[in-house]
């Protein structure tokens, strides 16, 4: 009788041990498998994706206690650059007129001496001038180079310019955006073809230009044209719309090139319109006596 009772005594005891066995062991399973590496110093960072499993929930689980720091993949952090500390120090911005350099070439690649440099620019307070006499028209010297300055930061063009016995050849426009104390080198570049004319003087008129003289030997002269006559299109555009600079530049063009115009005159009390077409001819100065 003795025996049972005192079985029965031990069966709470060793309920007990069971469940403080299990405890030990569950602390033990979901203890962390390793401690978080450290965070390099002047970067942030922050762990993307899910958080690491507990041991118990992985294969192959193991029981040793974690030991060491593991970094974690490249892969899995996302890193921010470092964040630069304003020093205090102000950073001084670029001041002072800018200046521009370059040659004027002809479109062959060979530099233009003796040519001319006009600039403008479209922000009022800001200049653009040549040295030595600080005007807006630059001379490119000998070997085609020339020097300019822009007194405030704006939106600069550039026309380069060669003499062609009584004509000009024109570049076309260099646009530029200047900052304050920038230096620049340029090419402006005109045709390498002399530039011809049809021969004749002209003032503007109501209905487009009005010839004033013709001069002999030229494609004008050949084709009739006389003083008093109106030339009131050039190449099917009115000729009253072009201004004087403007006609210019549609009347001439590369020697032996064509340019077609429309002439009116008046003839036995009639108004006459003709339409002429002739190939532009270089003029020497030698025309004008």
Known sequence: MSRPRRARALLPLLAGLLLLAAGIVGVWLTWPREAPAPEPEGVRAERVGPRPRPLWAQRAPSLRPPTGQVAMPPESRVVEEPFEEDTGVEVEEESGPALITGFIVDSRGANVGGGRLVGYCRDAGAS????????PVARADEGGFFEMMVSAPSECEIIGMRRDGLLVAYSERVELFIEPGEELEIDVVVPATRTGGIGVQFRPHPDGMLVERVHEGTPAWRAGLQSGDVIVEVDGESAAEFGQQGFIERM???????????????EDGETVEETKRVE??????DLIR
Do not use: H, K, M, N
């Not at 653009?128 to 005007?135: C, D, F, L, N, S």
């Open 252 to 266: 001439t063009g590369p020697e032996g090139s064509e340019v077609s115009f429309r002439v009116r005159y008046e």
């Open 128 to 135: 653009i001038t040549a040295p030595p006499a600080q005007r």
């Open 280 to 285: 532009r001819q270089f003029l020497d100065r």
